[in-house]
């Protein structure tokens, strides 16, 4: 993949693994829905969950960009994360969000629910900033013959 095919496959979904190093133990890894905004990674989460309190420590984080279809297919992406407390911000981004979940807008209506919704759980903003991703597409074996041209090679980080 050259760079804009990284970027594109990025921008063509919807889902990541987010991880970030815990205070304690190992790094940490959660599924969540991202959106794109201009250069950034947008994930919306609760003030007082892990994520939030991690990148207050720590802003360097990967996401591991999830292809939804089998055989699965992934990019991982390196980015330095922020803290966007904004209410509001908080609030377009979770219906954003619950629109990419359902597969259609939401009704102008429902966002007085949404907000506060986001309210209740004190929802933030976490503002990616991506600076590489990981050169190595999965290569996929679909029928046997796919043996025969099945190669693998050790990888290295590229700018994003």
Known sequence: MDREERRQFVRDHRTCIFGYNRKNDGPAMTVVYYIVDGDELLVSTMADRAKAKAVQRDPHVSLCVLDENWPLTYLQVYGTAELDPDPE????LMRKVTELMAGQPMPDEKYPAIQKMCAEEKRVVLRIIPYATFETPPRHVYQAD?????????SKSQAW
């Open 89 to 92: 911000h908080a609030s377009q």
């Open 146 to 154: 796919d043996l025969d041209t099945l190669t693998h090679f050790t």
